[in-house]
């Protein structure tokens, strides 16, 4: 019997050894190349809301990539053709967002920036597919304002704006 016992815990300590090896480390985010550069945090932006229909998406590395009480902010006109504004936290985006229906792959096709100091204003501009690479369905322009705090880069807010026929892209 105390063979067996032994056999037992001995089973029941190796199998809680493996299964706290195989859980997703709590502290993967934020990843290293999603912080370090202007490059690498807007690139990281646009990765996080990007995928196919039915795919949750990574929420925690968007969070690792935004100060807490970021604020985020969706603008454009309503059907009567009246200027809009949504503005929320990270978590009521997220929220809203939800698990996309359709593909969502959201792409940048150019970008300005201006910095002084520790802050930078990224301009950007997107196109939406449906599907990876596929025909482009929306474009518009993200205004990302960054934080570099010596060590890494955050996102303080975003908003946007899309593309629709009586307010084109600007020619440059």
Known sequence: MNHKRSTSIALFLLMCFIGNAQEPNKNEYPLKADVVSIDGIIKAYYDVISGPAGQPRNWERDFSLHIPNALISVTGK??????FIISQNLTE????????K???WEYEIKREIQNFGNITHVWTTYEITKEKNGAVI????????LYNDGNRWWILSWMYDSERSNNPLPKK
């Open 78 to 83: 309503d059907k009567n053709d009246k200027p």
């Open 138 to 145: 929306e474009r518009g322009i993200n205004s990302i304002q």
């Open 102 to 104: 359709d593909g969502f």
């Open 93 to 100: 985006y997220h929220k809203s967002f939800g698990i996309p």
